[in-house]
């Protein structure tokens, strides 16, 4: 239907052009029904009310003073070349856009095999997360997320590598490849930590002349633990921000003041990593986030704050909190992030051995 204003117009002009005094050239004007047809149509449509409008350009010159006139000869020269360049315009836009949709697909199916979904559920708890990648068309970057089961519980780990968008990639690749073969080996957090620490401060060799980085690399991690059958969670913090505890509508910031410097970062003390137990009860919800939420600012250079806007919802199920963060978290910084930003929510649902707290 909307071809049908540059139709309208070519008629409105001809009909105008052809019914003014032969010192009135309306015929220029022709020019806009072409140029308007590619903000919704493609190039067929538009080569065709191209080639329409040159056709009204001739009846023009026929009917009001001559086809052979110097003048209606230059205007339709001129309309036909602005069309086919128009055309011309329109062909390379659509190429562009299938290069990005081709681009689109592959990062979305690389991020669904670096980042794959967590499950609704892994045994007592409920999950939900968000990912916004800083990148302009790109979903993927170099913040990471991942679960797995143990013999009598769940561990988790979220993480922030240095940078961000498609360099980041492989970082987080290597960091997510290390927690998920050795997650399950270790039965304290902090060895989990140390084990992690050491693999990545191998292997992030690799990446140190890789573009125009400066060399340095680390990876912020937080590591959990959440057993089963108690209501305790165990952490280990390699330089990530505190998770938030959300209970009975309050929250509050588990501060680590003994935090492990992040990953790949060369520590001095052989027992820098080490790991906190806190109450996590039924009907409890952890927030876990990277520093792109924190940091994100509004137009007059505001951080998001956090643990304000999350005592809004601290009462909603796992889904529809991550879901009210990432609609308040882009609006806050006008629909653009400065850089990736990760979001969990974690809630333990009430068992029969831990019934929900009064």
């Given amino acids: ?18 019914h003014s005094s032969k010192d009135i050239h309306l015929g220029p004007l022709l020019v806009i029904a072409p140029a308007l047809t590619p903000s919704f149509a493609g190039s067929r449509a538009t080569a065709a009310i191209g080639a329409l409008a040159v ?7 026929v009917l009001h003073g001559g086809l052979t006139t110097s003048n209606h000869l230059a205007q339709i ?9 128009i055309v011309v315009f329109t062909l390379v836009r659509e190429h562009r856009n299938r290069q990005l949709v081709r681009a689109q697909s592959v990062s979305e199916a690389a991020q669904r095999a670096l980042l794959r979904p ?57 960091l997510l490849s290390a927690f998920r073969l050795v997650a399950a080996r270790h039965r304290d957090l902090a060895d989990l930590a140390r084990t992690l620490h050491r693999h990545v401060e191998r292997y992030l060799v690799d990446f140190a002349d890789s573009g ?17 059958d108690e209501p305790v969670v165990s952490l280990t913090n390699c330089g990530h921000p505190p998770p938030l505890l959300l209970r009975q509508g309050r929250v509050r910031v588990l501060e680590d003041t003994e935090a492990a410097p992040p990953l790949g970062v060369p520590v001095a003390a052989p027992d820098a990593h080490r790991s906190r137990t806190t109450p996590f009860r039924s009907d409890d919800t952890l ?8 940091e994100a ?28 963060l990432r609609r308040d978290l882009l609006s806050h910084c006008g629909g653009r992030l400065g850089d990736d930003a990760a979001i969990i929510a974690i809630r333990r649902t009430p068992t029969a051995g831990h019934p929900a707290e009064s």
């Avoid at 125009?212 to 089963?228: K, N, W, Y």
């Avoid at 704050?305 to 889904?319: N, V, Y």
Wanted: net charge negative.
């Fill in 1 to 18: 239907m909307l071809v049908l204003i540059p139709v309208a117009l070519i008629v409105l002009i001809t009909v105008v052009d052809i």
């Fill in 55 to 61: 056709a009204a350009q001739v009846l023009i010159a």
């Fill in 77 to 85: 020269a001129a309309l036909t070349v602005l069309s086919a360049l």
């Fill in 118 to 174: 967590l499950p609704d559920r892994i045994g007592p708890l409920e999950l939900a997360t968000t990912y916004l990648a800083a990148e302009d068309e790109t979903h993927i970057g170099g913040d990471l997320y991942t679960a797995t089961r143990t013999d009598d519980g769940t561990r988790v780990l979220i993480g922030d590598v240095r940078g961000k968008g498609l360099a980041a990639v492989g970082e987080a690749a290597l």
């Fill in 212 to 228: 125009d980085e400066t060399g340095e690399h680390f990876i912020t991690a937080l590591l959990l633990d959440i057993p089963d």
């Fill in 287 to 294: 927030l876990l986030y990277t520093d792109g939420v924190t």
């Fill in 297 to 324: 600012r509004d137009r007059d250079g505001v951080f998001y704050p956090l643990a304000e806007r999350t005592a809004r919802w601290a009462t909603c199920a796992p889904e529809a909190l991550v879901a009210h």
